[in-house]
């Protein structure tokens, strides 16, 4: 499979689940402009060790009774603009990807970098999210 056909699929294992994707700098200031309630930010990647696991992650931890109420992504290495824009909203975090942000009222609560998702199951990742959602929900 060519390298456009892979990145597709990673894209589509986010956007299947419920998850807006943010591929402009524009469409994510008009996502977290004014933005009310909890919010989860997947930074994708296509990192194989990390983002193989963290995509499946998500999709089990979106099961749980309590989760965010905006879910969005932006692709690390693919859409830099909207990347980079979505980093500027996490200040104070390092750059990271894969990654996950919590926010509550466009303010993040707590960020989940690649250190703490490689090597880990998706549903040890999962576990990670429900904790944080049920924390911030």
Same mark, same amino acid.
């Given at each position: 499979m060519g390298g456009q056909v892979m990145i597709a699929l990673m894209r589509k294992e986010l956007t299947d689940i419920g998850i807006k994707e943010l591929r402009t700098a524009n469409e994510v200031d008009d996502a977290f402009k004014?933005?009310? =309630?909890?919010? &989860?930010? /997947?930074?994708? @990647? /296509?990192?194989g060790c990390a983002a =193989? #696991?963290?995509?499946? =992650?998500? #999709?089990? #931890?979106?099961k749980n009774s309590k989760s965010p109420q905006h879910l969005y992504t932006v692709f690390a290495g693919q859409d830099q603009e909207a990347t980079a824009q979505a980093r500027t909203y996490f200040s104070g975090f390092t750059p990271? @990807?894969? @990654?996950? #942000?919590? &926010?509550?009222? =466009? @303010?993040v609560v707590q960020m989940i970098p690649r250190e703490e998702i490689q090597g880990h199951t998706p549903e040890q990742i999962a576990e990670k999210l429900v904790s944080a959602f049920n924390s911030f929900c």
């Open positions: 004014n933005m009310q =309630g909890t919010a &989860l930010i /997947v930074v994708n @990647s /296509v990192c =193989g #696991a963290a995509r499946p =992650g998500v #999709a089990i #931890a979106l990271s @990807s894969p @990654s996950f #942000a919590i &926010l509550k009222d =466009g @303010s």
